[in-house]
């Protein structure tokens, strides 16, 4: 059935059938038969993952379980509007600037030496606009997000 459709072993897949385990299952094993080499599943639930990544799925997705990780995380980071895992340790985030940076340089805040991150991205939210890796003369606004990278625990620090 897969090979009417056109799949092929390059092809990326990407099954989501919600809570019907025997459909992803047998979808998901047909794929690997096949030698499709990127198969990625949404599962309900760690059990169903399990039983996934077993018939062959390379990528096995738990919505709801990512979106309370994520939730839970943006409670305990007080400043961080988004962000983006990038190791257990390393994220990628959007913060609130707090009043204290703001009117100042990111050269004078010294947040690489001070909080060991990096701003990679300014983001304008009144305006719109995006400032990719600013300069350490760039000047910080009240109406501005800063995009970081750098480890969790440093982030959190930032108040």
Do not use: W
Request: hydrophobic share 45%; proline share 4%.
């Amino acid at each position: 059935m897969m090979e009417t459709i056109g799949v092929r072993e390059e092809d990326i897949v990407v099954i989501s059938f919600g809570e019907d385990l025997a459909a992803s299952t047998l979808a998901t094993l047909h794929l690997k038969q096949m030698k499709v080499q990127k198969i990625i599943v949404k599962a309900p639930n760690d059990e169903h993952k399990l039983i996934l990544e077993k018939v062959g799925a390379t990528d096995v997705i738990i919505p709801e379980k990512e979106m309370a990780n994520k939730i839970a995380k943006g409670l305990h980071l007080s400043n961080v509007l988004d962000y983006i895992p990038l190791t257990e340790n390393y994220i990628i985030c959007e913060i609130a600037p707090p009043s204290s940076f703001v009117g100042k340089s990111i050269a004078e805040l010294q947040l690489r030496g001070k909080y060991h991150i990096e701003v990679i991205a300014v983001r304008d939210v009144l305006r719109d606009q995006i400032q990719m890796v600013p300069r350490a003369d760039f000047v910080i606004k009240g109406s501005e997000v800063l995009v970081v990278i750098g480890k969790e625990a440093d982030i959190d620090k930032i108040k």
